[in-house]
């Protein structure tokens, strides 16, 4: 059974930082590429930012330039560096992942980690 277990969210002040990190778990043997979504309320799951297996990063327009994904693929570990943070920035952070298992490529999402911008 394969895990996604994100870490790392928290309460922060407009202007703070935050470190998210996603580490896969499980039998694995490739991970393609892993990413962070967010779901204010009431609101759509939205993408954030994707990190493919070559390294090709994608971002969402609103966090362009505060924002930055990385992963370690020696501990099959993602993160997103969140700098900026603005209220608007609230919401549960998701991460995903495609992965080649026992089973296939699956595509597997973690349980969510609250982030929370305000003063």
Known sequence: QVQLVESGG???QPGGSLRLSCAA???IFSIYTMGWHRQAPGKQRELVATITSGGRLNYADSVKGRFTISRDSAKNT???QMNSLK???TA??????????VTGVVNS????TQVTVSS
Do not use: H
């Not at 549960?92 to 298992?101: F, G, S, W």
């Open 10 to 12: 928290g309460l922060v």
């Open 92 to 101: 549960v952070y998701y991460c995903n992942a495609d992965l080649r298992t």
């Open 78 to 80: 993602v993160y997103l």
């Open 109 to 112: 999402w973690g349980q969510g």
């Open 25 to 27: 778990s499980g039998i």
């Open 87 to 89: 209220p608007e920035d």
